[in-house]
């Protein structure tokens, strides 16, 4: 059974795949000849209106009603308007009031929107069908009327529509970033950061709002400009305040003097124009360039599948637990347990009947069995992970002699950082690919052990070590898609083994790898568990892996434990029919293909 798996610890040939250096997403938007152009063009503009008191002419409302729509000029470099204002001074201070304001209304439509959109996409749920709801409402309304309606109501102060402004934007951010969420909240590196212990908080700070930021600030750009235009608009209508000098005004005033002097109109238009091209030339840079990051990256992760029930043979009676052959207390201890899944009518769906499993100190224990058969589940029931719906209904997990079922979620998560570890079936989903090897590795480090910076970095670097990663230094600044698959495996193995666990769970830990790299991985789990007596408990179905690795193996079919014993003993005389079936499958004693005969017809057109 294990002649499929040569034992061959070659290194392997990720350490010569060749690097692909990540450059940032700022560097990536100003390489871009329109992003640096348009990022100058509001830099400046920017500057120019926060320097305005230094560099206007005069105050905005200064009045010199015998110099009115006087010519430029050297003191007036821009001329003055039909109150004999300097218009330069105008443009100048008057950007305070039109940027301010799409900052403002931003800055609302940014607090209301992406908080929530994160909350609803992360957990779902009644805030997320209240928060929908609520939006699909807002949505609903007619911005320009409701705007009319709160300048009615609450006068013409610009800042006070652009906090309207905000509310109605706010449900753009909002679908958006509810979308973004709940699509990565079912990628394998959130679930694995879950079960490395990481709090809500902390996933969603690193692994979330890293994927969220890019699109939101697209938003931002699009949602400034539109918020410039309508405000400019109102005002323009003379529906604004006429008091402040807002470039809206100052169009307002030049259309009404367009016959006399249509240059009035020229300088507002002009800075309006430029401020929104400039937005929407940015928003566009930034698009190009994070869709030129994520490229590579993202397109490996895929959402956790939800395996179907097999059809598979009846299922036979347990026929006992994994007893303590020498007496030694278990490292994890689990008793008659059943996970259930709550049904739509209000039932219970048993997934897995009553199990019971111990894995002792320095012993690897493989949990065997056909695709739906319980394993995954069982493992899951141990690190406190059950999808949403599973839960423990009966029986007990103790870990060190603790009981750890029914405990607060905090508490579990610190047991999954520190004591029991998860090795994962697929390598490269179970890493984030936005950030390096070195920073995954450092993350529940400086978590869970509390390590600075520089002590996590040489940490991370010595793991890599431990699990034989040829030129780690390099490998520390590696993406996800820059290593070999087999050396993303070991990472993961480096990782659950940052924290000293007592327990690792491996859930097919050598499925997506090739047969020499699954070799030289199940080598340096057998190494790990020799050299820091760890138990480990591997889920797999392969049976070539139990025979070459395990010391005990469990056989489950349809949610039970069929048959356990000493590997050797239940792989060489199986007792159970089910146990019997699984190996014969596997068996390689089936009768030789015949020789590949040409067809009658065919051999007859060949001689004619
Ligand atoms: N979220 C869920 N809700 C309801 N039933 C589920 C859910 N997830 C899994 N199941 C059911 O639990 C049973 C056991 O699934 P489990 O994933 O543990 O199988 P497995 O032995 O690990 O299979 P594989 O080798 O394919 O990973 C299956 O019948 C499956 O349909």
Redesign the pocket.
């Known amino acids: 059974m294990s002649e499929n798996l040569p034992a061959t610890t070659a290194p392997e040939p990720g350490a010569d795949t060749p690097q692909v250096r990540r450059t940032g997403t700022v560097r990536r938007v100003l390489r871009n000849p329109l992003g640096a152009l348009s990022a100058l063009i509001l830099a400046l503009l920017v500057l120019a209106v926060l320097l305005a008191p230094l560099l206007a002419p005069q105050a905005p409302g200064a009045s010199t009603l015998s110099e009115a729509f006087a010519q430029p000029s050297a003191a007036h470099p821009l001329g003055m308007d039909s109150a004999g204002r300097d218009i330069l001074s105008r443009i100048l201070y008057g950007g305070r009031g039109t940027l301010g304001g799409a900052v403002l209304a931003l800055a609302i439509a940014l607090v209301l929107g992406v908080p929530s959109g994160l909350y609803a996409g992360y957990y779902g749920g009644r805030f997320d069908a209240a928060a929908g709801w609520i939006v699909n409402l807002v949505m609903a309304l007619p911005a320009m009327v409701v705007l009319l309606a709160s300048r009615a109501i609450l006068g013409p102060r610009v800042w006070v529509l652009m906090v309207v402004l905000g509310v109605l934007v706010a449900p753009s951010f909002f679908r958006l970033v509810r979308g973004i969420v709940a699509d990565i909240r079912g990628e394998l590196y959130v679930d694995a950061a879950k079960v490395s212990g990481l709090g809500d908080t902390r996933i969603v700070a690193r692994h979330v709002l890293i994927v969220v930021r890019g699109p939101v600030i697209i938003q931002v750009s699009l949602v400034a400009g539109i918020a410039i235009a309508l405000q400019a608009g109102l005002e323009f209508l003379g529906i604004g305040s006429t008091s402040s000098a807002t470039w809206g005004a100052m169009l307002n005033e030049g259309f009404q003097n367009i016959q006399r002097a249509p240059r009035l109109m020229l300088w507002p238009g002009l800075a309006l124009g430029l401020t929104n091209a400039a937005l929407v030339l940015l928003a566009g840079a930034i698009r190009d360039a994070l869709d030129d990051r994520a490229g590579a990256a993202r397109k490996r992760s895929r959402p956790r599948k939800?395996?179907?029930?097999?059809a598979g043979i009846e299922p036979a009676t347990r026929t006992a637990s994994l007893a303590d052959a020498t007496g030694r207390s278990p490292l994890l201890s689990v008793r008659d347990v059943v996970?259930a899944?709550a049904q739509a009518d209000g039932t219970d769906?048993h997934?897995?009947h009553g199990v019971d499993l111990d894995v002792h100190p320095g012993e690897i224990v493989g949990l065997v069995?056909?695709?739906?058969?319980?394993?995954?589940?069982?493992?899951?029931a141990v690190l406190g992970t059950l999808?949403?719906?599973?839960r423990i209904a009966r029986g007990s997990i103790t870990v060190d002699g603790r009981e750890i079922v029914g405990l607060p979620e905090r508490e579990h998560r610190t047991l999954r950082g520190r004591t029991l570890a998860y090795v994962p079936?697929e390598p490269m989903s179970n890493l984030d690919p936005a950030f390096t090897v070195g920073s995954q590795l450092a993350e529940p480090l400086r978590h869970h052990l509390g390590l600075s910076r520089a002590e996590a970095a040489a940490r991370a670097l010595e793991l890599l070590r431990m699990v034989e990663i040829p030129n780690p230094e390099q490998v520390l600044r590696r993406y996800p898609h820059e290593i070999s698959g087999g050396m993303a495996q070991r990472v993961l193995i480096a990782g659950a083994m940052s924290c000293e666990p007592d327990i690792l769970i491996a859930?097919?830990p050598t499925t997506a790898l090739d047969v020499r790299v699954q070799a030289e991985v199940l080598d340096l789990l057998r190494r790990l568990r020799t050299e820091r007596g760890l138990g480990v408990l591997l889920?797999t179905?392969n049976l070539g892996v139990v025979a070459d690795l395990c010391d005990r193996v469990a056989v489950?079919n349809a949610?039970r434990i069929v048959e356990t014993g000493d590997a050797a003993d239940v792989l060489d005389a199986p007792q159970d029919p089910y146990t019997r079936t699984l190996l014969s499958a596997v068996l390689d004693d089936a009768p030789a293909r015949p020789a590949w005969q040409p067809h009658p017809s065919t051999a007859r057109t060949a001689t004619a």
């Open positions: 939800v395996r179907g029930r097999p996970v899944y769906k997934v897995v069995g056909e695709s739906g058969s319980g394993k995954s589940q069982t493992a899951f999808p949403e719906g599973g079936q859930d097919e889920v179905h489950m949610g």
